[in-house]
């Protein structure tokens, strides 16, 4: 992506909050990685990051203190990750659109679109459904009907949001995420599986970020609940009746089942699973692939299956891993005793 503005380091210094050493008149049109310099950009130094010698230099660095043996303008940030965030924000942020509804769209007569949203083409909006201020709804989007899309939310292509969903502002959902399908409820009958209706509703949160081809399921009754600043990666499954806590984060492919609640500021990561109805506390990480059977309380660090203490996980693994060792051993013994034995 290219960027789409010249400002000096100075300004860019202003905008994420650091302060500036060297020529803060130093023109940038972008930000670059340490391993791919390029003239007028910006880099990023992270960790046991270097630069190195052989290539081209960047026009300047974001660093947290001033490195030695670098004869750079520097951008100085207690959190350099937090100003490289804000940078890529300053050069290859979109351009906000323009409010209006595309002549493609076909919008229900009842539906309530601000004038400053936009609506792309092949969108459809059903009955009683609300786009409020700023709102971009992408080309092939669906809205269902008494669905809200809140202040400044972004449906990226190929959305779709089921009826009665609320999402809250400054939300992004990526390209194929469903929103709303119905909850995997079925009763066993003489005659097979009878469908149980899934009559409740979806609710998200603001700021709340939803990665493609991810689903949330409409709860049986009542809600499924999103809070704030949730972030939820690619190809992630939200059962119905699930209730997620503020600020929470969960990777790709994880799949959380019917009922179960997770607190604030929790991590998942990839591929972890939960067992129906179970309570994850506020501030746990579970790591990936990890398979909770049981309530964990705050703070819980777990991994493995199924999920236990995160050290203790892996004391298991390390011993799992001597096991062709120790059965060597053991039956090595067994011989020796044995032999022994006889002898007598």
Not at 1 to 29: D, H, P, Q, W, Y
Not at 102 to 124: E, I, L
Not at 309 to 331: G, T
Request: net charge negative; with cysteine.
């Amino acid at each position: 992506m290219s960027a789409r503005k010249n400002i000096t380091l100075r300004e860019l210094a202003e905008i994420v909050g650091g302060r500036v050493e060297g020529n803060g008149e130093t023109v940038l049109s972008g930000v670059c990685s340490l391993e791919n310099p390029k003239e007028g950009h910006i880099g990023f130094v992270a960790g046991s990051a270097k630069l190195s010698k052989e290539k081209q230099k960047p026009a300047a660095l974001i660093v947290a203190s001033e490195p030695e043996g670098i004869n750079l303008p520097l951008l100085i940030h207690p959190d350099p990750r937090v100003a490289f965030t804000r940078a890529l924000k300053v050069f290859y942020g979109e351009e906000k659109r323009e409010g209006g509804v595309d002549p493609r769209a076909v919008v229900d007569g009842s539906a309530k679109v601000d004038p400053t949203a936009w609506v792309g083409p092949f969108v459809v909006v059903e009955a009683e459904a609300e786009i409020r201020a700023g709102a971009e709804i992408w080309p092939g989007c669906y809205v269902g009907r008494r669905s809200i899309i809140g202040a400044e939310t972004k449906l990226l292509p190929n959305v779709v949001v089921m009826h009665d969903v609320e999402i809250g502002a400054r939300c992004i959902i990526h390209p194929g995420a469903v929103i709303g399908s119905d909850g995997f409820g079925f009763t066993r009958t003489e005659e097979g599986n009878e469908k149980v209706l899934q009559v409740g509703k979806v609710i998200i949160g603001d700021d709340v970020e939803i990665g493609a081809n991810s689903t949330i399921d409409r709860a049986t009754l009542d809600a499924t609940v999103i809070g704030n600043d949730v972030k939820i990666d690619n190809l992630v499954q939200i059962a119905h009746n699930v209730r997620i806590g503020a600020h929470t984060r969960i990777a790709a492919q994880a799949g959380v089942s019917g009922r179960v609640e997770i607190g604030t500021d929790v991590v998942i990561g990839g591929q972890a699973g939960f067992q129906n109805g179970i309570k994850v506390g506020d501030g746990s990480i579970v790591g990936g692939q990890a398979g909770v059977i049981g309530d964990l309380p705050e703070g819980s660090k777990v991994s493995g299956y199924p999920a236990r203490d995160h050290r203790k996980a892996m004391r298991i693994l390390a011993l799992q891993n001597r096991l062709p060792e120790v059965m060597e051993r053991l039956e090595n013994l067994e011989r020796e005793i044995f032999g022994q034995m006889e002898k007598r």
